[in-house]
């Protein structure tokens, strides 16, 4: 399973990408793979965001959610959110150390030919 030898495992908010409501998520970092599963004890993931050609970023302040990040991808931006700071911060030290692009303006240049 997506599950064993995780790299990270625990708990994150993740946002809706229709209903924008945040929802606590059990995530698994595998590979360049962050999965995420309705529940710890789901049988299979609800999705994965795939961490290769992305980008981890600090998101814009949201006072209800203080602790939040967005994964950059060519198809989509996903918000996510740790509980705590120490949670966020290795969280994204995780990410980071598996996405390929260093900031949005790589990102950019690299989809220009998809355009």
């Excluded at 994150?12 to 004890?41: F, H, P, Q, S, V």
């Excluded at 509980?83 to 900031?103: I, K």
Aim: with cysteine; aromatic share 8%; charged share 30%.
């Amino acid at each position: 399973s997506n599950r064993d030898g995780a790299q990270r495992t625990g708990y994150l908010y993740k946002r809706g990408e229709i209903n924008r409501a945040w929802r606590l998520r059990y995530c698994t970092l595998n590979g360049n793979k962050l999965y995420y599963y309705k529940t710890a004890d789901a049988k299979s993931s609800a999705g994965h965001i795939a961490l290769d050609q992305s980008v981890v970023r600090r998101a814009k302040h949201d006072a209800s959610r203080p602790h939040a990040f967005e994964v950059v991808t060519r198809a989509r931006i996903y918000l996510l959110a740790a509980r705590t700071d120490d949670e966020l911060r290795a969280w994204m030290s995780s990410l980071a150390s598996l996405t390929e692009l260093r900031d949005e303006n790589e990102l950019i240049v690299r989809a220009e030919p998809l355009i």
